[in-house]
């Protein structure tokens, strides 16, 4: 018999009011569980023309308890990629997640690994909801052959072929005409299968987008965009970008979805929904209304154009992992103390891995010749001195 | 395309070319492929002074220039003399600078690869080789008569750049030289430039995917048939 529904508020102190109500109907479930539970999202869908799917969830014990660690462990990784960075070991780029792990996550518990996901440079916690593991996303970052690109393409060029994850692009927007051309191939071959390629409010204003959306339509491509609006296209506010900031509405044609990004089950109802649309009816955009705590990247403070009040509101009332946690111990799937241990765990985990990947050497210098051409056709190439270094590509 | 009743004075300006660790999509040098459009100006500024003064000119310039600094330079300091910091200093487009005179062997680069021209040639000295240091300045108009009057003086020449090398600048100075100047070259034209594979993000690949001053030291001493055996310099 499903529990009675709870109506989580934002606000933590309304979320915290049916905990008597839940300990009045106190019963034990296990954090295996998979008999369903029905709970309701944080706040309503807005939609732009299309039906809003219902607000119920269906979720199960273990689902939320596997939410919450999958979080946990982005969460986690993410910050201590920013010492990482800090301490030199990461160079170049770094663009962290933190805060808006809840769409990685929710995602994935709606799809499959056959349908397809591409995203931009804040890729980590994409990469690692799609399979790839911790080693993986640090022996990439700090450049040794143990990353997921083999070191050759940093933190914002991780790929996933075998899971259907297209990466990890530094341009911005140019992934939305890759994401709707993935689509494409997809009705091509008849798959049943979905992409769903994703961007910032900042790439949302770059006319590749409705192009490639333009076409999308046209011909009813299984395209899901999903603009990530964490409110701040590196410094610029989105007020300060766009003059309609209603990003799931300026598909014109194509519907729209507005999702609390900071609710996992949110996102999971959203993209269950956007799947079962796309595969019927083409294109549709979800505007996942999130946040990030970092700057945009690691050489951006992140508090020039936004106040710490801000970040700390939005940690304190909308934080995806604390959401969570507290639907946990609301139901009573998990003890204080259990949440506590695993995030010791996922601390362990994160730590091992780093410690790992530091172990892994850097590439080869053949490295450097290699991955230039599927079929090298034994063209030449050359080092910076022509005479002293070169190779034939095979 | 409207018999000259519309211009565009317009200077687009900002980083090119690799910063570090920046990855492929972030590295690449574009000064070739502005450089091959007929009707654009392309400027490389490498110290102080020519930011400050190709600035200036290019902003004054009534066509439409592509201004490419470098991330990298941007936290470097040059010594600057008085003139340049007047209010109206402003450099010549298409002229390009010799930094350093020589008389054994030219060296032609620009933007951040003049630094290490001029280490190369700081080192170059010391075994005796003297090497004239080009600062382009101008990737187009290319200052042809500066580059190949130096030819004429040293015999030899070396083009230093970051980009690729196919169809790349070296390629259009070396060019330049074999028409103008075939008879006066005593040795090959040697081209240092970037790695041709799309840069690697990895460290240690990433240092070899980039000319490095010891590349243009090896390369100029090669036109003085004074190289070292392959081996000893693996």
Redesign the interface.
């Known amino acids: 018999m499903p529990l009675s529904r709870i109506a989580s508020q934002s606000h933590a102190s309304n979320l915290l009011k049916p905990l008597s109500t839940a300990l009045s109907l106190r019963r034990s479930i296990s954090s295996d569980s998979t008999t369903p539970l029905t709970i309701e999202t944080s706040l309503p869908f807005t939609s732009h023309k299309c039906d809003a799917p219902p607000r119920a969830v269906d979720t199960s014990a273990s689902e939320l308890f596997s939410f919450f660690r999958d979080m946990a462990t982005m969460r986690r990784m993410e910050i201590s990629a920013d010492s990482l960075y800090k301490a030199k070991l990461i160079?170049?780029?770094c663009h962290l997640y933190d805060g808006q792990e809840a769409v990685a996550v929710g995602m994935e518990a709606a799809i499959t690994k056959k349908d397809a996901i591409i995203t931009a440079y804040r890729d980590h916690c994409t990469f690692v909801g799609r399979g790839g593991t911790l080693l993986e996303v640090f022996g990439?970052l700090m450049?040794?052959t143990c990353g997921g690109?083999k070191?050759?393409?940093?933190?914002?060029?991780l790929y996933r072929k075998q899971d259907s994850f297209y990466g990890g692009?530094?341009?911005v927007g140019a992934q939305i005409p890759l994401g709707c051309g993935l689509a494409f191939a997809q009705r091509y071959s008849k798959e049943e299968n979905v992409t769903f390629t994703m961007y910032g409010d900042g790439a949302a204003n770059q006319g590749q987008l409705f192009e490639a959306l333009n076409m999308a339509a046209l011909w009813d491509l299984p395209a899901i965009l999903v603009c990530e609006n964490n409110h701040y296209g590196m410094g610029t506010a989105e007020w300060r970008a766009s003059k309609s900031p209603a990003y799931y509405k300026r598909g014109d044609y194509v519907p729209g979805l507005k999702v609390d990004g900071m609710d996992v089950l949110a996102v999971k109802q959203a993209c269950k929904f956007a799947k079962e649309h796309a595969l019927k009816n083409g294109p549709l955009i979800l505007e996942m209304d999130t946040y990030r705590y970092h700057g945009h990247s690691m050489s951006d403070p992140g508090s020039t154009y936004r106040t710490r009040d801000e970040i700390s509101g939005v940690r304190q009332e909308r934080d995806p992992i604390e959401r969570v946690r507290k639907l946990l111990l609301a139901h009573d799937i998990a003890s204080e103390k259990e949440l506590k241990d695993l995030e010791k765990q996922v601390r362990k985990d994160v730590d091992d891995a780093i410690a790992k990947a530091k172990e892994s050497p850097?590439?080869d210098?053949s490295?450097?010749?290699t991955h230039?051409y599927v079929k090298g056709l034994g063209a030449e190439?050359?080092?910076?001195?022509?005479?002293?270094?070169r190779a034939t590509l095979p | 395309m409207s018999a000259g009743q519309i211009s565009v004075p317009i200077v687009f300006r900002g980083p090119n070319g690799a910063?570090?660790?920046?990855?492929?999509?972030?590295s690449q040098c574009y000064a070739a492929w502005f450089a091959a459009c007929p009707g654009l100006k392309v400027l490389t500024p490498y110290s102080s002074e020519d930011a400050r003064g190709l600035l200036k000119a290019a902003i004054r310039d009534p066509d439409p220039v592509v201004f490419l600094e470098n991330e990298l330079l941007y936290g470097e300091s040059f010594p600057v003399s008085a003139e340049v910091l007047d209010s109206s200093f402003c450099l010549p487009i298409g002229k390009a600078k010799i930094e350093r005179e020589g008389k054994d062997v030219t060296i032609t680069a620009y933007s951040k690869m003049v630094g290490y021209a001029l280490k190369a040639a700081d080192i170059l000295a010391k075994e005796g080789i003297s090497a004239e240091v080009i600062n382009l300045r101008s990737i187009r108009p290319l200052d042809r008569s500066t580059i190949n009057a130096s030819v004429r003086k040293t015999n030899r020449l070396v083009t230093v750049e970051e980009s690729f090398?196919q169809h790349g600048v070296g390629a259009e100075i070396c060019t330049s030289v074999v028409e103008e100047s075939f008879g006066y070259l005593d040795a090959p034209v040697?081209?240092?430039?970037?790695?041709?594979?799309?840069m690697?993000?990895?460290?240690?690949?990433e240092r070899?995917?980039?000319?490095?001053v010891e590349?243009i030291v090896?390369?100029a001493k090669?036109t003085c048939h004074r190289s070292v055996p392959?081996a000893a310099?693996a």
Do not use: W
Not at chain 1, 151 to 157: P, T, V, Y
Not at chain 1, 381 to 389: H, L, M, P, Q, T
Not at chain 2, 20 to 25: F, H, I, L
């Open positions: 160079r170049g780029f990439e450049g040794r690109s070191g050759k393409g940093g933190s914002m060029h692009h530094g341009i850097m590439p210098p490295e450097l010749f230039v190439s050359f080092g910076a001195d022509r005479k002293e270094v | 910063a570090a660790g920046v990855g492929a999509q972030h090398p040697e081209r240092i430039a970037g790695a041709d594979v799309p690697p993000y990895a460290a240690n690949l070899m995917a980039v000319p490095q590349d090896r390369a090669r392959l310099t």
